[in-house]
């Protein structure tokens, strides 16, 4: 099935991203963070950086878990830092070791090598441009950095997007079906992700399945 690129690359509409932050994506957020966990070896420790944090709701699971990191949460979205912002308010205890910023990709608000994790929760599919991705990955990763990208992965036909978005989200508002409709057409395939990551030259990461809806790109990079 063909890619159809979304309509609009930022969710910065806010009655779209007050939904989208209000939705239940525990099973998702905590998958991607237990994934994070179990690749690296010890307690995650430094400096991360989330690209396409949303609504801070990754950063701030991870802030309360691991007392060591510092995290630079960065998205292109207003609305969406303005939710992340309120939601790092409600928890004063661990918003100190998050810093909100507000830029898209390529962005010049990022430590070149300053990070000891590079991750990534469902912003792939909204690039029309993926090398983006790769190449800020590649420049701002440390040496022996540890990286998670997860996203959907383009189903295979249009029935098999039906059945997902009836699965998944049956009786969410109308415009997180919408957008979740959108966003399963815009989404990549495995074979897709896996010539990006090739041509960026992080070929120490795998690409690989993780749910029925999902794929996830990890690995550490070279010291």
């Given amino acids: 099935m ?8 930022l969710m910065d509409d806010g009655e779209q991203a007050a939904a989208y932050a209000e939705a239940d994506f525990a099973d998702a957020n905590n998958r991607f963070v237990e994934l994070l966990e179990a690749m690296a070896p010890r307690q995650l420790a430094g400096r991360l950086l989330d690209l396409g944090c949303g609504p801070a709701d ?6 309360q878990r691991h007392s060591n990191l510092e995290i630079d949460a960065l998205d292109g979205a207003l609305a969406m830092l303005d939710l992340a912002q309120k939601a790092l308010d409600r928890q004063a205890k661990v918003a100190g070791q998050i810093r909100l910023l507000h830029d898209r990709l390529p962005s010049n608000q990022l430590r070149a090598e300053g990070y000891q994790y590079v991750v990534s929760n469902s912003l792939l599919h909204h690039l029309d441009d993926p090398s ?3 190449q800020t990955i590649a420049k701002c990763a440390m040496r022996g950095a540890w990286v ?4 959907l992965e383009r189903p295979r036909s249009n029935t098999a997007v039906d059945a997902l978005v009836e699965s998944y989200a049956l009786d969410a508002p109308d415009v997180l079906r919408r957008d979740f ?12 992700v896996r010539r990006q990551v090739r041509r960026a030259g992080l070929s120490s990461l795998t690409v690989d399945r993780v749910s029925d809806r999902h794929l996830a790109v990890r690995g550490q990079l070279p010291f």
Wanted: negative net charge.
């Fill in 2 to 9: 063909q890619r159809v690129p979304e309509p609009e690359e």
């Fill in 58 to 63: 990754i950063p701030l699971r991870l802030a």
């Fill in 132 to 134: 983006v991705l790769w």
């Fill in 148 to 151: 998670l990208v997860m996203d």
């Fill in 181 to 192: 409709r959108n966003s399963l057409y815009a989404a990549y395939t495995l074979e897709e």
